[in-house]
């Protein structure tokens, strides 16, 4: 298989599935099509982390969307207050969680039970909800965000805080990027795409790429792209690859192991 894998996370969460690619004796991209940034002024945030930590904590649950809100508010947090329950997606988030010291022995934490689908139907479906009646819930979560979790734990009677923990942004297309990008569409290349938000931009920056760099020798890059491989974990992110014109795709489900198993299968 001739190519490398492009790994399009933000670059926190590439480098631990990049090593486990390059044992594989693949060549890596890092392509990092996300940039995580704290807030500048995380006052929602603090305020709502001071209320879980108070000494009857504030909350009878948090959900956490992503690792990266994981680490934003860990940044900010001793010890995790006994009694209260963790909700999160998957392996990427307990694997964040364990990293700051809270592990399963210590902390109920409940995220979907079929690990192929961590998303926020999945984790819905597994809360016990009627327990979460009356009671205050806090999601946290990147400046923007889908609002399928909060509506669903507010319809089961909860009392919902969302705060933001950082934000997300495509990076910008300087000439060094621009020039990845058209060696990178030169060959063909497995890429993995975790994030919907991700592929969108990396459509918009292949957009401006053809305005603002053109290439007569070359293809439209946008058009380029949508011959390449994707590897993609979610059935969302595959509808939106669709909708993008994309249809070489592989649909894995969730966890670096069956992304991995995907890559093998094309060895």
């Not at 994707?230 to 966890?255: D, K, M, V, Y």
């Amino acid at each position: 298989m001739t190519g490398a894998v492009v790994i399009t996370r933000p670059l926190a969460q590439a480098l631990p599935l990049a090593a486990r690619v390059s044992a594989l004796g693949r060549q890596v991209e890092l392509l990092p099509l996300l940039e995580i940034e704290a807030l500048p002024e995380p006052a929602a945030l603090l305020a709502a982390l001071a209320r879980l930590c108070a000494p009857q904590p504030g909350y009878k649950m948090v959900a956490f969307v992503s690792p990266n809100a994981i680490d934003a508010a860990f940044a900010h947090i001793q010890q995790w207050p006994a009694g209260v329950k963790l909700a999160v997606l998957g392996e990427g988030s307990r694997a964040a969680l364990a990293a700051h010291g809270v592990t399963p022995e210590t902390v109920d934490i409940v995220s979907p039970a079929d690990s192929a689908h961590s998303d926020s139907e999945h984790l819905l479906q597994t809360l016990d909800l009627a327990a979460l009646n009356g009671q205050p819930v806090l999601i946290v979560r990147g400046e923007s965000g889908r609002e399928l979790m909060a509506d669903g734990l507010r319809a089961a009677g909860a009392v919902v805080d969302v705060v933001p923990a950082y934000r997300r942004s495509v990076p910008r297309l300087t000439p060094q990027l621009a020039a990845t990008l058209r060696r990178l569409l030169l060959q063909q290349n497995d890429w993995i795409i975790t994030s919907s938000e991700a592929l969108r931009g990396l459509c918009a920056l292949l957009a401006q790429l053809d305005a603002d760099y053109p290439d007569a020798a070359q293809q439209n890059p946008v058009v380029l792209m949508q011959q390449q491989h994707l590897i993609i974990p979610h059935a969302r992110i595959a509808e939106t690859a669709n909708n993008l014109g994309f249809s070489r795709l592989t649909l894995t489900g969730s966890g670096d192991e069956r992304l991995l198993a995907a890559l093998q299968s094309r060895l």
